[in-house]
């Protein structure tokens, strides 16, 4: 079977300022991205085209109503957040209350590694040229799922399919994968429940988190495969 097919992923950061517990997350994420793109001649903001893509549009084949869409769904609002297409074809904007990344589209599981590892660098260089701001406190970033403090944030990832594979079968087969590749690869949590107050250790942060197998929504009910 061949590995050869268009893919990606995305991950939020999670994000603090040191000494200001209650700083807004929002305006930190800011700061984050702007500094990088100020420190980076080519790099393009962008306003996201929104024309052939719904954040309430589901893969199985219906959209979701906006009047029943939780307001965290409604993405497609531009809030003139920061966003900027960065020179290696990644995405580096604010999600939310989160930086984000999105690596290049690329066509091979190695290459995905390549720019995921470099979407490490650019945070730490933004969250270093945040810091010589004037005025500004250090922000502190953490590849991580939680805050351990009933908060989740995510990593995803996506490949691109033939819209005829039945979506039946793509649940079917990427399920227990996707559950049982955390033996190896998960990234290890200390702590037990959404807000880690019992005493354990886990193989995966987000386990606690996801409710459905299969959902559209992203920051509730989570799903293991998202329909969007």
Partial sequence: MSTRRVMGTEVE???????????????????IVNAYASATARARRARWDFEEESPLRDARGFDMSRHVAD?????????????????????????????????????????????????ELVMLDAARLAAVVPGAAPIVLYKNNTDNKGASYGAHENYLMSRSTPFADIVRHLTPFFVSRQVIAGAGRVGIGQEGRDHGFQLTQRSDFFEVEVGLETTLKRPIINTR
């Fill in 71 to 119: 307001p965290s769904q409604l993405t497609d609002e531009d809030l003139g957040l920061a966003n900027v297409i960065l020179t290696n074809g990644a995405r580096l904007y604010v999600d939310h209350a989160h930086p984000e990344y999105s690596t290049p589209e690329v066509t091979g599981a190695l290459d995905i590694v390549r720019w995921d590892k470099a979407g």
């Fill in 13 to 31: 950061y999670g994000i603090s300022v040191q000494g200001l517990p209650h700083a807004n997350p929002m305006v930190a994420s800011s700061q």
